[in-house]
């Protein structure tokens, strides 16, 4: 289970990156008095979040994973949540690379 927790991390310092630079993006349209829209992921999404800027739903993710690396988790709970966090990181990985492409 440490190689998945390790590789979550890894993904999540990949989606951190380009949700720094996406957010800046973000804000730049914003500025210009583009980008009017009241949140990125909808509620057809596992995100309880709910945010205009990508790294409110980083931070979902991340915390997701930190409770994962909590002494008193099991394997079980483990195998119950990472279905959700790996859809979580596609999500937020596929939503980035088609952002980037519409810049």
């Known amino acids: 289970m440490k190689k998945v927790i390790h ?3 890894d993904n999540l310092q990949v989606v951190y990156r380009k949700a720094i630079d996406a957010d800046t993006a973000l804000d ?5 008095g583009k980008g009017k829209f009241q949140t990125i992921f909808g ?5 309880t979040s709910r945010s205009k800027r990508f790294s409110s739903y980083v931070e979902e993710v991340a915390g997701d994973v930190a409770h994962l690396q909590g002494e008193s988790v099991t394997e079980q709970t483990i195998n119950q949540a990472l279905p959700t966090i790996v ?4 999500l937020l990985l596929t ?3 088609q ?3 519409t810049l």
Do not use: C, Q, V, Y
């Open 7 to 9: 590789a979550l991390n």
């Open 28 to 32: 730049a349209l914003s500025a210009s």
């Open 43 to 47: 509620d057809d999404t596992p995100f």
């Open 87 to 90: 859809k979580k990181l596609e």
């Open 95 to 97: 939503t980035l690379e």
């Open 99 to 101: 952002f980037k492409k």
